[in-house]
Nanobody
Framework: QVQLVESGGGLVQAGGSLRLSCAAS????????MGWFRQAPGKEREFVAV????????HYADSVKGRFTISRDNAKNTVYLQMNSLKPEDTAVYYC???????????????????WGQGTQVTVSS
């Protein structure tokens, strides 16, 4: 079992940056792949980015590639999402999630992760 708490959301102007953090409980954080997802009002939750257990492999949605960077610090049980060049269409509630499956990329694309945080709001004004 792992519990996840996101932080770092807020209001930012278009073109600005934010860094989201997700702190995980438990001693097995390094055995979980971690993902970021988002859900805008009236839309389905969508995949944003995922990172492997060691941090050596990452995968991004096309909509954020080149602007967002996912990283993790296993010593601090924390995963990050650095968001640059933000656009109004990035406005959403952002969730982090954890999964232990070897098929963590495929499960991320299907949004089938085992553990989820409560989300943090990101609002980008034009």
């Amino acid at each position: 079992q792992v519990q996840l708490v996101e932080s770092g959301g807020g209001l930012v102007q278009a073109g600005g940056s934010l860094r989201l953090s997700c702190a995980a409980s438990g001693r097995t954080f390094s055995s979980y792949a971690m993902g970021w997802f988002r859900q805008a009002p009236g839309k389905e939750r969508e995949f944003v980015a995922v990172i492997s257990w060691s941090g050596g492999n990452t995968h991004y949605a096309d909509s954020v590639k080149g602007r967002f960077t996912i990283s993790r610090d296993n010593a601090k049980n924390t995963v990050y999402l650095q968001m640059n060049s933000l656009k109004p269409e990035d406005t959403a509630v952002y969730y982090c999630a954890a999964d232990r499956s070897p098929w963590y990329v495929e499960r991320a694309l299907r949004k089938e992760y085992d553990y989820w945080g409560q989300g943090t709001q990101v609002t980008v004004s034009s």
